[in-house]
């Protein structure tokens, strides 16, 4: 752990886009071209990174076009998304759909976006398997389905060993359980596929709205084994991935989550995954990347040396009275 | 209370047609055209109502047309909702806006519905009001806010005194906190208006996400004035509004509802609102209505009675043991 | 409203003596005697008020004894809390109790606690059902139990108009549905007595947990007819009553809070209610005022002004921004 | 898996006696001498087997005496859970704790507990480490506790290779997050440990408070090497662990859980892990067996195999329909 080494900002490019929900399918707002929404990350004070989503941003056929484009604005592709989610045959499953033809297919996908990777020196895919679950009680198979979706894994991230697969772990929605819920389950399967380039993405959102301590969850993540490949970073009421503004909720949560990442050797990309449904993209992910610097310029060697005394000492008032007087500048 | 009556069923059209999520925004299946949607509806068994959403199924100008067609379905239109929160407009709010200009819009499209109501002769107009809410720390008005949505729906029913207007909570979303969120703070804001022809309608799940006991809600709904006008049914796992098969989950919770919706005087319709995403929809939606006939058939006189002496008596052990009994039919 | 008042902080005696769990039926630590604990709670800075629970720290027979103590502290007592929750008569039930015996022990309870206030010169009864509730399907009355719990509370708060009543919600535990819930449900009840003397008390943790945002329901409570009667101070993580340290984790939502319990015109008094169940009670106690007099100092004259343009707006990220920039000192 | 194979139901001897919460610390009711527990829990319909707590139930000292009394009254001791939760000294953690004196203790106190139930045959030890976790951010060193954590139930457990340790995970409670919070840290940790006699308990309770899918979560701990060691039993509102009666609320999950248990080839026993607060113990406890042998009793031979083409067709509607009909014996 280098205290020294300063953290590398990504954003999601669909985030500066148009989102939607479930009630208004056209969104609120309208979205401008993809060019604008990459110049308009570019010019987010402090990100470097780009993260894409596989046929919504960057295809087989336009990869090395769009990755010329990002270099341009001075963006490097940090990881690409394969769309395992918003199409109509995902609807019961990518990798552990029951259908044996949807599940070749996903895994199809997915080679294709790992070629587009190697194709433009883009070290890492995050799988989010959103479908992959189930709904009702009675439904699924969840031996079988949850051993054919580790063997699609296993199959792809062996042919391509110079690439990292993140899966990233979410409870629930779309499905209302998910088989990569959270950062224990996750982990466990990406172990079971015994390659060392499967690991873990963790989404804060994801993991607030799981009832983890996402502090926790990093740090036993990479206890086994630097599995801690990813990070994307929102906020919520715990209660649903709402994907708001990074620290417009948590913010002593924020600060430990930091300072552990730290810690325990993370050294991947800070990257935003917000839906600002009804703001514009561009300020509100540009808000979450001035929260995350703030938070970092607090982190000075020597506050560091004071969090590591608080943890090891364990006194509840003590580390609520630190925080408090860093935040207010007051001591009682 | 006249335990010989029977419940009458109806269904929302829209949920026999495609439903969509924020991933997927077409839908995860083909939508037949509307004509075969109230047929499919009139198919159900026992269901002999419908719910209209404003502007999607009925208009000023076609209103006679619908109303024919469902008449010769052998089908009523029991209730109009009207869309207050699937247009872009009305994304910061309707009856609540920050804005005047959306608030008179929102208050002249409830007119309309309302005109609508009384031509085809429709008794009630459900207001689900999903986007009156906010999102984040700071940034609503909340005294202001909660007075101009009391005031709207008051100056709507009081010029259409012979339409009932039912105020259907929902904790949130698609807002992360909703003005009308409860059983009691919606009841009180329809007992401000000081008319009798506002009143709340219960969906069973937003209930059961808001943390509430239904039954008990149903109850005090009734209790001040007979308030509870309508009901919305479905089922979720308590955390979200999933919008399931009715029965598919809370048998238990179903059952007692039931006795107690009969018990405290409810008149109204038994309206199925689900979002069967990746099901067939006539069949989820027939399915619900087949668990709530199930139930209705179970409360017999002579177990209506038995239910009242268990709740009048309070011994968890011999309810729980009278349920188990009268699902499995077997005596310990 | 006058925003240049200063809040009054007060502690409840017993938060700072020992807490138990079911686990460990006699707390975590040893409790010092109770005037070493009155004495702990004069010494911390800004604290001048007490919370007394009726039986455990106060009698008819000891009652002016006591308060001369409190005195001579430099103390006042601020509210006093009968204990209608810690005694196994009270285990079904106090003022809602199917046993009537019971119901009326629990009003002369309430009567006893009445009459010590006004010999004191207490102000408050704060009014904690916690055992009136119920746990499982087909046990309760809902209708009946509600109305006798209204009933007694509107005889004994008649009997004395010169005291206020304060109700305190909480949506679950002891029992698994409380009947007096969250703000809404136990305004109602407060309105349908009919007395001015009988309002509502907000424990802060008490509404995270029932998924409210604080700060409307104490607008709300203003709303109708001042009815935001005490508050009660602590802090959790959504989802139960953790009565953790002030602040400790909801930083932005206090600030929030605070600001709007001065604009609503909240005048009683600032409680603290915790749970210290490991940590020196002084200290943690004395850590929750530290907190709260530390937002009170931010929120001046031009902040408060500044707020009220924020929540007017309605910009989540411009309100977002300035929350991180008051809290970190850096603009982005 | 041979279905024709009969369930073993076993109690907590403890859950027959009295049971506290935080505000009634003497609990709600008397508690009938422990022979006189034992001697009920003999004559619940189908129990065969007790589960002991260390130190409250059996001690190296009385472990023969106690052993021979279960005997005479036709009762096997199934499991002893050693008492690391209701002590002073385990506030901080038992095999967690930073003092390394505590640590050293909880697993002095392990060892105890290990040779009695090798005196006795005792197959099973089941470890639940409430206090193992923490309560505010900055105060936990995760890394360093969840290690020493792992150390110390390898150490005994290497000491003891004919005694099963099953290791019981719980979210929270007492401490706001527990280190052994969900099935899948805790397999992991079990795994960790190298030793074949580590695995898991499952308390269904437990699985719903965290949001589990329980059934998803047997089967997943048997995919990764029959680590389902040991089952606990009751219900819940899934927020919270309210130790109800088995059946009370989750009759659909729990049809489906002991299909699961049957079909991934548990083999342990059926114990009920309850907190009658209010009710009659034994009667709870036997009204929990007695749904548990309904359910049973239901799932013949040819239920099984369609219970096997409904998960391995996965048709919502039509799982829903299969439940229904078997619940209320009605086609619709």
Redesign the interface.
Known sequence: MNPSHSNRYSVILGNLGN????????G??QVPPKSELIRQAASI?GVTGIELVGSWDITENNAEEINAELGRNGLTCVSIIPDL????RW??GSFSA?DPEIRKQAIDETRSVSRIARKIKCPLINLWL?QDG??????????FQ??VLMEGIRTVASEFPDIKYALEYK????R??SFQ?????T??MAM?TGLDNVGVCIDVGHGLM??E?V??SA??L???GKKLFHMHFNDN????D?D??V???H???Y??LL??LKE?GYEGWYSMDQ?P????GA??V??SV??L???E??LTTERINQ?RT???K????A??????EL????Q?
């Open positions: 989102t939607c929900d479930r009630f208004l399918p056209t609120y707002k004070p989610f918003s199409q109509m609807g019961n029951k959103g189930y709904d009702y009680p009675l439904t699924a198979d969840y031996s949850r051993n409870p629930r929605e779309p209302n359980f819920a959270r950062a224990a389950d982990l466990l079971e799981a009832g301590n502090s926790d740090v036993m990479q206890h086994y009421y715990r209660s649903w709402d708001m503004i620290g417009s909720l913010v002593v949560e600060f430990e300072f552990w325990s839906y449904y009804r703001e514009d300020s509100a540009g808000e001035a929260f610097r703030s938070v310029k607090k969090i608080l943890v090891t364990g006194d509840a008032t580390s609520t009275r630190w925080m408090r935040l207010f500048r007051i009682a």
